[in-house]
């Protein structure tokens, strides 16, 4: 058939084991070696995820714990609880009820929940740092969850010795039952 020399076959066989072993390479090692990699990478990709998935969980159980607190506080506090009169009985306490300009109570509907947000903005004029501090320590250390979501102070009096301060507080409320 063919007649090769002795270098002529050892130029073919050296030819046809590159080509083998190229192909062999190509088509056989080097997808293996490109799969891992790819496993690798999605492999780091899917511990991201899972390391921010825990991060949710936590936070997820801190809220859900604080609301479960928040709950547990509502339910035990009385059931004829109104915000306005709360807040009169403090600042009676406190001693500031003269220095009370206004209450503005306001409610705010919350969807899709057993909830409504009861909100009261109370103005003090010319009251004493002393018994604002009292005051605004009555309301956020109280049992009934009300919290304190602004405050507004400024001087106020002939010497500014004084504080004129807008106070406005909130909490949730159950919704009436009818």
């Known amino acids: ?3 090769f020399s002795k270098r002529e076959k050892s ?6 084991t ?5 192909f062999g390479f190509q088509l056989g090692i080097s997808p293996v070696f490109e799969k891992r990699d790819t496993l690798k990478r999605i492999l780091n990709e899917k511990q991201v995820a899972l390391e921010e998935m825990v991060k949710l969980q936590q936070q997820f159980l801190v809220v859900s714990n604080n609301f ?16 306005f009169s709360f ?19 306001f409610t705010k509907k919350l969807e899709k929940s057993l909830y409504t947000l009861a909100t009261v903005k109370v103005k003090l004029k ?3 740092l002393k018994d604002l501090v009292d005051f605004l320590y009555h309301i956020e250390s ?9 405050l507004s102070l400024s001087k106020a ?15 949730l409320m159950q919704k009436d039952k009818a």
Request: net charge positive.
């Open 1 to 3: 058939m063919f007649d």
């Open 11 to 16: 130029v073919l066989i050296f030819g046809i």
């Open 18 to 22: 590159f080509i083998v072993l190229f």
């Open 68 to 83: 479960d607190s928040k709950t547990h506080v509502l339910t035990n506090r009385k059931k004829d609880f109104s915000l």
């Open 87 to 105: 807040l009169d009985y403090q600042a009676q306490q406190s001693g500031v009820k003269e220095n009370v300009a206004y209450m503005k109570p």
């Open 126 to 128: 010319e009251v004493y």
């Open 142 to 150: 109280s049992k009934n969850g009300v919290t304190i979501t602004s």
């Open 157 to 171: 009096g002939k010497e500014k010795v004084k504080l004129d301060a807008v106070i406005e507080t909130q909490t």
